[in-house]
T-cell receptor, first 111, second 113 residues
Framework: DVKVTQSSRYLVKRTGEKVFLECVQDMDHENMFWYRQDPGLGLRLIYFSYDVKMKEKGDIPEGYSVSREKKERFSLILESASTNQTSMYLC??????????FGSGTRLTVV | GEDVEQSLFLSVREGDSSVINCTYTDSSSTYLYWYKQEPGAGLQLLTYIFSNMDMKQDQRLTVLLNKKDKHLSLRIADTQTGDSAIYFCAESEKPGGSYIPTFGRGTSLIVHP
């Protein structure tokens, strides 16, 4: 089975801190994605990447950046965390065949 | 742009059938998915259907597709308390590549004992 691993389940950070959310997949997939999930709003796409060093903006990229230095790792960066970035963050990789495989999520609280 | 709509909540009694509905607008949708999210977890692909199919059955799950009305449903037979979760409908033209699925906002299924 494809595994998508997010390094932290829960994070608490202070306003203004630089925050790194890490995601690693183990099946050599080219396509990786970062979403945030908020109650009543569903999933919103932040950034995605088709290949190493490639990135594309999703629907809500403001306040975020990403890094894809290696194929298996896709990092989401909050340059200066703000309270409105408190959310559940989900990483996904395209499964061979159909559909995404998602990580377990990182619940980030910015205080 | 594409849109996927679902009702936000569904409450059923244990042992009853649950039917979760979804409508979509993109007529070029080829793949339609159902994902399940248990509390505190990521999304898990539950099942999917191709647009050239009307129905797909997998144990307690039945997916029905009405392509003319752009309506997708997920029926869970003999619903159990362990089925309590958020169910997301999603559609895409193709899997992978530049075809990014569009997700609905999710339906919270609450199963009462």
């Amino acid at each position: 089975d494809v595994k998508v691993t997010q390094s932290s389940r829960y994070l608490v950070k202070r306003t203004g801190e630089k925050v790194f959310l890490e995601c690693v997949q183990d099946m050599d997939h080219e396509n990786m994605f970062w979403y945030r999930q908020d109650p009543g709003l569903g999933l919103r796409l932040i950034y995605f990447s088709y290949d190493v060093k490639m990135k594309e903006k999703g629907d809500i990229p403001e306040g975020y950046s990403v890094s894809r230095e290696k194929k298996e790792r896709f990092s989401l960066i909050l340059e200066s965390a703000s309270t409105n970035q408190t959310s559940m963050y989900l990483c996904a990789s395209i499964t061979a065949g159909v559909g995404y495989t998602f990580g377990s999520g990182t619940r980030l609280t910015v205080v | 742009g594409e849109d996927v709509e679902q009702s936000l909540f569904l409450s059923v009694r244990e042992g009853d059938s649950s039917v979760i509905n979804c409508t979509y607008t993109d007529s070029s949708s080829t793949y339609l998915y159902w994902y399940k999210q248990e509390p505190g977890a990521g999304l898990q692909l539950l099942t999917y259907i191709f647009s050239n199919m009307d129905m797909k059955q997998d144990q307690r799950l039945t997916v029905l597709l009405n392509k003319k009305d752009k309506h997708l449903s997920l029926r869970i037979a003999d619903t159990q308390t362990g089925d309590s979760a958020i169910y997301f409908c999603a559609e895409s033209e193709k899997p992978g590549g530049s075809y990014i699925p569009t997700f609905g906002r999710g339906t919270s299924l609450i199963v009462h004992p």
